[in-house]
């Protein structure tokens, strides 16, 4: 795949990409008011965002086979199609539990849509390109978090919650044309059989996990019964990893992780993206619920952190020009912890001028970092068992972000009970950031531990 090639195939793979990464903000965005449609806690309805991403956890082990077996490109479009409609499905739920149905439908689209997308690109780029593709690849996508919170505020004060989900259809149907006319076919590359065993105990292991913890001290369930799925779900991931470490095509390829940088930006990486998953649910529910701003400008506040981001992404290469990578991902980790760490303190006395600079902050920390651990993952995986690699990534960055939401909803849910309050209020929203910014700082100690030389050469701009 020559450059101009492998830019058309990241625009079109964006098109996924940028459905995918609108929705988690354009959603969180219009919880409060979701939440007061359907008669639910809005900390509750946090189960909106995270049925989808544990679909999605759920079913990324299986995207590196199905794409392997049945063709990337026919895999892709099957996947764009699946979210687009599970998308009007959503717009249509008359209650949470149909609500939460179509979510999990949503994500097993997302869950075939993102990662066999990135294979179809990281298949066809060379080392030092890798970067640049990465970059090629997700600023278009970055587009979608840049206009969900303003788009989702605008849209539900001006329409309905509903309307936000509409929002998909167009860009599926474009996607789907744009796939169909300027991908080459994909041939399937192996015919292995799929390890079965494998994906049900994976599979069943985080569902029963996430439950669990998603359902502790909601009275949803008996009581108890939530720590019994945790449990469960625990014994059973135990059992997967040792099952898998003894299958030839495992579900899940835990052998990768013995080559450090892969190691690095999965392990560490999904402790850092569970803060940012955490941060588009805390900030507009703090913003609505805690200093009574309308969505729309909870939305325009929100969006600052999108356009962070966006800034910040093309000049990745630029920072690795200079700094080592274990140098941009040790500050990262310093920097975005400090900014949820600072969140933690906002109040209603502050102005919006001033949350949507600290949100912009932690926006370029942020990008930085995603775009570095996202070049770093595959610099030293080899060719042949990139699908696999797709595939474990995706499925730890997503389980990582349903988890940071989960803490911050539990946390705030815990302190609601340990106080008694019937309503949320701001010192448990600032025990919410608090939480999350610990798990980012917990990334720190792993990023350390890489070698000076850690990913040299992902890109045509550090290259020596």
């Avoid at 956890?57 to 687009?84: E, K, L, N, Q, Y």
């Avoid at 030293?380 to 389980?399: H, I, N, W, Y």
Wanted: aromatic share 8%; with cysteine.
């Amino acid at each position: 795949m020559n450059g101009g090639n492998f830019r058309i195939t990241a625009a079109v793979v964006a098109s996924a990409l940028f459905m995918q990464n609108m929705d988690g903000t354009i959603v969180a965005t219009a919880i409060p008011t979701m939440a007061r449609d359907l008669h639910v806690d809005a900390v509750h309805l946090s189960s909106a965002i995270t049925a989808y991403l544990v679909a999605l956890t759920v079913f990324i082990p299986a995207s590196g086979w199905v794409a392997d077996r049945f063709g990337a490109r026919r895999v892709f479009m099957w996947a764009i199609a699946t979210f687009t409609l599970a998308s009007i499905a959503c717009a249509a739920a008359m209650n949470l539990p149909q609500l939460l149905a179509a979510r999990v439908v949503q994500g097993l689209g997302g869950a075939m849509m993102v990662p066999v997308g990135r294979l179809i690109l990281f298949r066809g780029v060379k080392r030092e390109e890798l970067l640049q593709a990465t970059t090629w690849l997700t600023m278009p996508a970055l587009v979608g978090p840049l206009l969900g919170p303003p788009l989702g505020g605008f849209l539900t004060d001006a329409l309905s919650w509903r309307s936000i989900f509409w929002v998909n259809v167009p860009v599926g149907v474009a996607g789907l044309l744009l796939t169909w006319r300027l991908l080459p076919p994909s041939p399937p590359e192996a015919r292995t059989p799929p390890d079965l065993r494998g994906t049900v105990l994976s599979g069943a292991s985080l569902s029963l996990f996430m439950v669990g913890i998603e359902s502790a001290g909601r009275h949803v369930l008996p009581d108890g019964v939530p720590w019994v799925c945790v449990v469960i779900g625990v014994l059973l991931f135990r059992a997967t990893v040792v099952h898998c470490r003894k299958t030839p095509n495992p579900a899940i390829d835990f052998s990768l992780l013995s080559i450090p940088t892969f190691h690095a930006a999965t392990v560490a990486g999904s402790l850092f993206r569970a803060g940012a998953g955490a941060l588009p649910f805390l900030v507009p529910l703090t913003l609505q619920t805690g200093f009574g701003y309308s969505a729309s400008a909870s939305g325009l506040v929100t969006f600052a952190s999108a356009l962070g981001s966006f800034c910040m992404r093309p000049m990745t290469a630029l920072a690795l020009r200079h700094f080592s990578v274990r140098t941009v991902l040790c500050a990262g980790s310093v920097s975005f912890a400090a900014v949820l760490a600072v969140c933690s303190t906002m109040s209603q006395a502050w102005p919006a001028s001033a949350i949507f600079a600290l949100l912009l902050v932690g926006g370029l920390g942020r990008s930085l970092s995603f775009a570095t651990m996202g070049a770093l993952a595959f610099a030293d995986v080899p060719k042949p068992r990139l699908a696999a690699a797709t595939s474990f990534q995706g499925t730890a960055q997503q389980l990582m972000k349903a988890l940071g939401v989960t803490v911050a909803a539990g946390t705030i849910q815990a302190t609601m009970l340990v106080s008694g309050s019937a309503r949320t209020e701001q010192w448990q929203l600032a025990c919410g950031f608090a939480a999350t910014a610990l798990l980012v700082l917990a990334s720190l100690p792993m990023f350390a531990r890489l070698s000076d030389d850690a990913g040299e050469g992902i890109s045509a701009s550090s290259a020596k």
